[in-house]
Structures are given as structure tokens and as C-alpha cells.
């Protein structure tokens, strides 16, 4: 990972954001690792997909990246510069750059605000327009994403979720950013309208050349959408990988049965394909295992696999994964543990 790789837009290394949890009269307090040392880059005009399951550190590390939570420890480079040591004025002008469609769109909006305002403020804030020009660009924003102009007087309880869901993204495009982080931006909207906003989202990335940070538990979404997809378990990446590889070969474990869940169109497929069912349950951020994350739900995993952290490599070309038990001459788990059992004479 480099800050000056020009194909990178945003290069994170070794990020990691801890919170101090509990700590009353008769207890001491305990340290929540919801980002434990991510180091991920994130190329110019793609979208790069991050998926996994509720809890894991995903929202968490799309809020580090833009400084709206403090991180712990690492760097955040951007154009050249660390994001996550930057002072606070230094910090700020840097936001026009780095915006956020946030999941809630009921939640994210000022009720008491008109979509005009809501739009505007960024405009004002940062200095891009004055006066009557401003409405003018809130207009035009509007009309981008699929809104008519005569709403600008609206407030957004008068608003559908999609169309909610629009004024956010509004938002967001009202300072130019090159970068923003879509965080679960379609999980609160019915099916329908998940599509309208997932096509809007990529139709606005070919016309800005913006890029993504896409942060979804939906995985069909996900691979619609995303050039990369990164899957995230216990604060960790474990796997990274083009979107078509990673669904067409997922290696890990983990990111298997993620893939076994997501419902085939087909009929006949999907009346013959087997679920993945994982054992257990997610543990707790607050005393993760040790070694590898996964090994405590992991049907492959060795006495090795409960001492050894394994780190994140190429497996494959452009295929990273982080298992002790698969490497590039080896990269199939099930065929190694076959063979293993194979071997001691099983």
C-alpha cells in the first residue's frame, strides 16, 4: 500500500478505530475493536464494494475514511495527504472532495429544512455560489437526479424513501466531490425503487467519474455495482477480489457462504444449490479470538488457525485473501483439507 500510487485515489493502511466501552463502579471498561487494522486502496472512478455482516466495522470504517469517527490508529492518504492526522480546519476544506449518502434517508434529512436548503447549504458553505445562482444549481441538481425543480419549496416528509434517498445524493453532488462513501444508501427502500437508485448511482459515476465506497449487506446489489469487492468479517478484510472472481471463486470460508446465500433467479438452480450454514455466532468486537477471526465458526480451521493472525495476500492475480490454509500453489481449501485429512490417514 502507497500514499503515491496514482492509480489510487484513497489508501488506507493499518486503520484501525477502537472504542472504550463500559467501565462503571465494580467493572473496568473494555476496548471495542470495530476497526482492527485495515489496509485497503480504493482506485480512481471505480467502485469498490464492502460487504459483510451486521457488526463487523463496515459503516464504522466508511466514517474513519472521512473523519466523521476518530480513528484510533493508521493513515488515510488522499491526493498525497493523511486524512486521519489532518487538524480540523485542515480537515474541513478538505470535505468538499469527500462526501457521504448516509442509509437512513428519513433520518438523514433536516425536517425542518426545505430540499432547497438541504441542497444549498453545502453550496453556501463552501463558498460555490451566491444568491439567486444558488437556487439556480440546487435546480439543476435536482433535475439530475430525477427530481422536478418545482419541489424545491418542499419539505422531506412530503417525499417518498426513493425520492428521499435522491435529495441525499443531491446533496452529496453539490460540492463536486471526486469521492464518496455510499453507506447501505438502498437498504431502507422497497425493491423497486432499490433499482432506480442503483442505476442512478452508476449512471452519475460514468457522467462525474466519481468513485465509491459501496457499503451493503446486499450482495446483489453489490454485484451490480461494484469494479471490487472487499468482505469484511470482525473489524478485518479477509478477502478482496475483482467482483466477477469473487463471485465466481470466492475462496474464503467466510466470503463462501456469504456468496451461498444470495437467491439465484433460476428456479432449477436454486432448488439444487446448497446453502452454506455457518455454526455459532459472530463474536464479540469486544474479545475477538485469537489467531484468525473466523476460526471459531470455520469448519477447516486447524490448531493453527486459533495461534496464527493470517494476513492478507494475493492468492490469485488480483485475488486477495487472508487464510493460512490456502496460498497461491494451493488455493482451493476444501481439496487441501481433503488432502490433509488424506495424508495423517483419515
Avoid at 417518498?160 to 453532488?173: E, F, P
Avoid at 463536486?176 to 452519475?204: C, H, K, T, W, Y
Amino acid at each position: 500500500m502507497s500514499e503515491t500510487n496514482g492509480n489510487n485515489l484513497i489508501s488506507i493502511q493499518d486503520l484501525k478505530v477502537h472504542y472504550r466501552s463500559g467501565g462503571g463502579l465494580f467493572s473496568s471498561s473494555k476496548t471495542v475493536k470495530a476497526v482492527d487494522g485495515v489496509s485497503l486502496d480504493i482506485k480512481k472512478g471505480e467502485t469498490l464494494g464492502l460487504v459483510g455482516e451486521s457488526g463487523c466495522g463496515k459503516s464504522t470504517l466508511g466514517k474513519a475514511i472521512l473523519r466523521l469517527t476518530e480513528p484510533t490508529g493508521g493513515k488515510v492518504f488522499y491526493n498525497g495527504k493523511d486524512l486521519a492526522h489532518l487538524t480540523q480546519s485542515a480537515m474541513r476544506d478538505q470535505r468538499r472532495n469527500l462526501q457521504m449518502i448516509f442509509q437512513d434517508p428519513y433520518a438523514s434529512l433536516n425536517p425542518r429544512m426545505t430540499v432547497g436548503n438541504i441542497i444549498g447549504e453545502p453550496i453556501r458553505t463552501f463558498g460555490l455560489a451566491k444568491g439567486g445562482s444558488v437556487e439556480s444549481r440546487v435546480q439543476d441538481l435536482m433535475e439530475t437526479v430525477g427530481l422536478s425543480r418545482r419541489f424545491i419549496k418542499r419539505y422531506p416528509h412530503e417525499f417518498s424513501g426513493g425520492q428521499r434517498q435522491r435529495i441525499g445524493i443531491a446533496r452529496a453532488l453539490a460540492v463536486d466531490p471526486e469521492f464518496i462513501v455510499a453507506d447501505e444508501p438502498i437498504s431502507a427502500l422497497d425493491v423497486s425503487i432499490q433499482a432506480q437508485i442503483m442505476n442512478l448511482m452508476g449512471r452519475l459515476q460514468a457522467e462525474k467519474n466519481l468513485t465509491y465506497l459501496f457499503i451493503s449487506h446486499d450482495l446483489r446489489a453489490v454485484r451490480h455495482l461494484a469494479d471490487r469487492v472487499a468482505v469484511m468479517y470482525l473489524g478485518r478484510i479477509v478477502e478482496l477480489a475483482p467482483g466477477k472472481d469473487i463471485y465466481a471463486d470466492p475462496l474464503m470460508p467466510y466470503t463462501k457462504a456469504l456468496i451461498s446465500a444470495v437467491p439465484v433467479p433460476d428456479p432449477k438452480i436454486e432448488a439444487t444449490r446448497e446453502r452454506i450454514i455457518l455454526k455459532g455466532d459472530v463474536p464479540s468486537p469486544i474479545n475477538p479470538p485469537s489467531g484468525c477471526p473466523f476460526h471459531t465458526r470455520c469448519s477447516y480451521a486447524i490448531e493453527a488457525c486459533r495461534q496464527q493472525v493470517p494476513q492478507l495476500v494475493e492468492i490469485k492475480p488480483g485475488h486477495e485473501a487472508a487464510c493460512i490454509r490456502i496460498n497461491a500453489e494451493h488455493p482451493n481449501i476444501e481439496k487441501n483439507a481433503v488432502e490433509n485429512l488424506g495424508a495423517i490417514g483419515v
